[in-house]
């Protein structure tokens, strides 16, 4: 009887280890993740896993290049890599990244043995898409999170374990791209052309970062680097923005048919050591239609209705939804 007793207080003394080693975890909007203080340092910490949701804007292969290579030994390189952007609903006016990484040892605080061989990061890649979700899905992420130069990301926090996976899961497809936010640079630039960093995130560039916007009648200031992974310089002749390109099958050298100047759909993105500034403009992926500078299914939320894309909503749309949907 001694023994089953003492069998028993140390099966119930690890039960209670490991719901007290359990991480801690809350649903939280986007706005409550991303709040920064005055020096633009992220201030939230109440759990140490957060639940989002919201509505992907993005594919994310067109965005960073998940091709797993586990030979690359450079230093800070870290190989494949995967990332989404998604944003709140409603009153949620905030976005979020979720990112992650192959050969997280080639950061040189992470054990040699942290990284993901391809064949683990390849598994890896096919746990997240298993959903099949698509740009304008709702969709829940729960996960642990970093700060990276001005915003918080969901992630692994470098850790390849699977207690450390972040998850996501389809709530409802098909509910549609929000509608890009009409902005100018003068939203995110002030007079000298700085930007404009408000600690409150209700106007600057915090206040559009990580959702969909469009900034019309600019052109290119600098557009040498046109191509995948590409940095651009747009401008409206007095204030400047630099933009990201990501890796859609329609950016290449030589498909940059624009005429100025023209209208530009992204997501307001930020990378900044100094965490006040360093915002910047990721467009995924191109059309060629020669006038927006935009993903197909960005240039379609940014007028609904509009499914041929020829800049009006007339009978020739209906027709396209009728043949559509006889398909």
Not at 29 to 56: C, D, P, R, W
Not at 122 to 132: H, K, T, V
Not at 247 to 258: A, D, F, H, V
Request: aromatic letters at 10%; hydrophobic letters at 35%.
């Amino acid at each position: 009887m001694r023994r089953l007793i003492f069998l028993i207080t140390i099966i119930n003394s690890a039960f209670l280890a490991g719901a007290q080693a359990a991480a801690t975890t809350a649903n939280v909007t986007h706005s409550e993740f991303q709040a920064v203080n005055a020096s633009g340092e992220q201030t939230y910490n109440a759990t140490e896993k957060v639940i989002l949701q919201g509505i992907l804007l993005h594919n994310p292969a067109d965005m960073l290049d998940p091709t797993p290579d586990d030979t690359v030994t450079e230093l800070f390189n870290v190989s494949g890599q995967w990332q989404i952007f998604f944003q709140g609903e409603g009153d949620d006016h905030a976005g979020t990244a979720v990112w992650m990484g192959q050969l997280y040892n080639n950061l040189p605080w992470i054990a040699l043995d942290g990284g993901y061989n391809n064949e683990e990061f390849a598994a890896e890649l096919s746990r997240l898409n298993a959903a099949q979700f698509s740009p304008g899905d709702r969709i829940r992420v729960t996960g642990y999170y970093l700060s990276y130069k001005g915003k918080s990301n969901v992630n692994e926090q470098h850790n390849k374990n699977p207690d450390h996976d972040f998850t996501i899961e389809l709530v409802q497809r098909g509910v549609g791209l929000p509608r890009p936010e009409v902005i100018t640079l003068d939203d995110l630039k002030d007079d000298n052309d700085n930007f404009i960093f408000d600690p409150t995130r209700q106007t600057g560039g915090e206040y559009y970062q990580a959702r969909l916007i469009k900034i019309q009648d600019v052109y290119f200031s600098d557009a040498e680097d046109w191509g995948p992974h590409g940095e651009l310089v747009i401008t409206d002749g007095v204030k400047t923005l630099d933009v990201k390109l990501g890796r859609g099958n329609g950016i290449y050298p030589g498909s940059n048919n624009l005429t100025e100047p023209f209208h530009i759909i992204g997501i307001l993105d930020q990378e900044s050591p100094n965490l006040t500034d360093g915002y910047r403009l990721y467009m995924m992926n191109y059309d060629g239609n020669g006038s927006v500078l935009a993903s197909r299914e960005h240039r379609r939320a940014d007028k609904p209705g509009d499914l041929n894309l020829d800049g009006i909503v007339d009978y020739d749309d209906i027709n396209e939804l009728l043949e559509d949907w006889l398909k």
